[in-house]
C-alpha cells in the first residue's frame, strides 16, 4: 500500500450462478441504454407471448412453449394485470444464451446470429526478406582455439595456439597470426 495513494483492496466472494446473472444483466443494460438513446424506449420485462413472438433461437415459438420453459428452468418473473387479466413477465437476463444473443443484436440492430458473414481475405504474405550475415559471428577457428585455452592450457594463448591446428574442423584453415589477434581482440578474449 503506498502512502501516496491509499487504497483499500477487497475481494468478495461471489457464486458462479450469480456472477453469470450480473453480467448478462449488465450486458443487457447497456443495450438498453443504446435502445433508451436511439428509441426512447425500456423494457427488461417480457411476456410469454412477446418473447414467442420474437423467435428467438433456443425458444419455443408458443406462448404456452415459452411459459413452460420458463416455469421449468425457474426464470424470475413478476405478476402484472392488464385490462383485467393477470400475466407474468419475465426478465431478459434469464433467457437461453443464444435468445438473449440474438435479443440483444435486434436491440443493437446487428446483423441475425445465424447470419452468414462476408469472409475476408487473408492479406498477403510477405516475401522473406535475405539476411545478412551478422558482423558479430565467429570464425570457425575460434571456439576451438577458446576450447583448448579453458581445457588444456589454463589460459595460455602461446599454448592454445601451438595446439589449434590438430583440432580445427575438417576444410578450415588456420588464420595469419595477426588476423588471429585482431578477432581475439574484436570478442574480447584477449586485452
Known amino acids: 500500500m503506498s502512502m501516496m495513494f491509499p487504497s483499500f483492496d477487497l475481494t468478495v466472494s461471489v457464486p458462479a450462478e ?58 424470475p418473473s413478476r405478476k402484472g394485470k392488464f385490462q383485467g387479466r393477470f400475466f407474468k413477465a419475465f426478465h431478459v437476463s434469464s433467457l437461453p444464451p443464444r435468445a438473449f444473443d440474438a435479443l440483444i443484436s435486434s436491440i443493437l440492430d446487428l446483423p441475425p446470429i ?42 595460455n594463448l602461446t599454448e592454445a595456439w601451438q595446439k589449434l591446428p590438430e583440432r580445427l574442423p575438417p576444410g578450415v584453415p588456420l588464420p595469419e597470426v595477426k588476423d588471429a589477434a585482431a578477432i581475439l581482440v574484436h570478442f574480447g578474449i584477449v586485452g
Open 18 to 75: 450469480d456472477w453469470a446473472y450480473a453480467q448478462r444483466r449488465l450486458k443487457y443494460l447497456e443495450a438498453l441504454l443504446m435502445r433508451i438513446v436511439r428509441h426512447s424506449e425500456n423494457q427488461e420485462w417480457f411476456t410469454a407471448a412477446e418473447l414467442a413472438g420474437k423467435i428467438l433461437p433456443g425458444l419455443p415459438t408458443t406462448i404456452e412453449g415459452v411459459a413452460r420453459k420458463a416455469s421449468k428452468e425457474k426464470w
Open 114 to 155: 445465424d447470419e452468414v458473414v462476408m469472409i475476408i481475405p487473408n492479406p498477403p504474405i510477405p516475401a522473406p526478406v535475405a539476411r545478412e550475415e551478422p558482423t558479430n559471428t565467429a570464425p570457425p577457428w575460434l571456439l576451438p582455439l577458446v576450447r583448448i585455452m579453458k581445457t588444456e592450457t589454463a589460459g
